[in-house]
Nanobody
Framework: QVQLVESGGGLVQPGGSLRLSCAAS????????MGWYRQAPGKQRELVAT???????NYGDAVKGRFTISRDNAKNTVYLQMNSLKPEDTAVYYC?????????WGQGTQITVSS
């Protein structure tokens, strides 16, 4: 059974930084693309970043240049380093992977950017 468990959310001031972690189990982690998505109240879920098994990365336009996705295959963990946070980054952040055509999501972690 695939499980994705996010951690590292919280409240941060504008301009601050946070790092999210997502620990995966039940999959051969190293061969799968992993992603981060977010959903703000009243908005659709949107792409934040993805990282392939070969460590190629892709970012949503809203976070390019501020967020960095990375992975540690030895720890079955994907990270999201978020810098220069803005109030509009406030959302629930979800870890994601797709296996055999099925989407798997973590439970989500709340990020609130506010002074």
């Amino acid at each position: 059974q695939v499980q994705l468990v996010e951690s590292g959310g919280g409240l941060v001031q504008p301009g601050g930084s946070l790092r999210l972690s997502c620990a995966a189990s039940g999959i051969n982690f190293s061969i799968y693309t992993m992603g981060w998505y977010r959903q703000a109240p009243g908005k659709q879920r949107e792409l934040v970043a993805t990282i392939t098994s070969g460590h190629s990365t892709n970012y949503g336009d809203a976070v390019k240049g501020r967020f960095t996705i990375s992975r540690d295959n030895a720890k079955n963990t994907v990270y999201l380093q978020m810098n220069s946070l803005k109030p509009e980054d406030t959302a629930v952040y979800y870890c994601n992977t797709v296996r055999w055509g099925n989407n798997y999501w973590g439970q989500g972690t709340q990020i609130t950017v506010s002074s």
